[in-house]
């Protein structure tokens, strides 16, 4: 059977207690009501480590009708013309580029972050993640945060 896609929507009553947990203590880090990862694990019942092993990994589905704003980092080689393809694919998703920043490259290596709003006529997201994923170039790709 073959993996069409690397991100899923479950329902809650199906995803581990521990990854609740973990969305719970991203929220009360969030929110300001507490100054450390500790403090909020402490709180929520869970181990730090557990925290740091998930908190990249999950993220609370936000069922909006109209614009949704995405995060996301790359780790690419310092060639011409890769920022270019990765922009591509994301206006073929028709979606709009909000920010984007890069590092300068050292070691062959530079890290881009971009901001992208996706609209109700946007196609599927996944599907411009995973092109994003296997364009020759990249290393390294993370959502960082979805509003």
Same mark, same amino acid.
């Given at each position: 059977?073959?993996?069409?896609?690397?991100?899923?929507?479950?329902?809650?009553?199906?995803?581990?207690?521990?990854?609740?947990?973990?969305?719970?203590?991203?929220?009360?880090?969030?929110?300001?009501?507490?100054?450390? !990862?500790?403090?909020?694990? %402490?709180?929520? =019942? &869970?181990?730090?480590?557990?925290?740091? +092993?998930?908190? #990249?990994?999950?993220?609370?589905?936000?069922?909006?009708?109209?614009?949704?704003?995405?995060?996301? !980092?790359?780790?690419?080689? %310092?060639?011409? =013309? &890769?920022?270019?393809?990765?922009?591509? +694919?994301?206006? #073929?998703?028709?979606?709009?580029?909000?920010?984007?920043?890069?590092?300068?490259?050292?070691?062959?290596?530079?890290?881009?972050?971009?901001?992208?709003?996706?609209?109700?006529?946007?196609?599927?997201?996944?599907?411009?993640?995973?092109?994003?994923?296997?364009?020759?170039?990249?290393?390294?790709?993370?959502?960082?945060?979805?509003?």
């Amino acid at each position: 059977m073959a993996d069409y896609s690397k991100y899923y929507i479950v329902r809650k009553k199906a995803v581990p207690e521990v990854l609740l947990k973990v969305i719970e203590a991203k929220r009360l880090l969030d929110s300001g009501k507490v100054e450390s !990862v500790q403090e909020a694990t %402490d709180i929520i =019942g &869970i181990s730090r480590s557990s925290f740091y +092993k998930y908190k #990249d990994d999950i993220f609370p589905f936000r069922d909006h009708t109209g614009k949704t704003t995405i995060t996301f !980092v790359l780790q690419v080689e %310092d060639e011409p =013309g &890769i920022l270019s393809r990765v922009l591509n +694919k994301i206006a #073929d998703c028709n979606a709009n580029v909000l920010t984007i920043h890069q590092t300068i490259p050292m070691n062959g290596m530079a890290t881009l972050t971009l901001s992208v709003e996706l609209r109700e006529t946007s196609g599927d997201v996944s599907d411009m993640i995973a092109q994003i994923e296997h364009l020759a170039g990249i290393h390294y790709f993370k959502i960082l945060a979805q509003a």
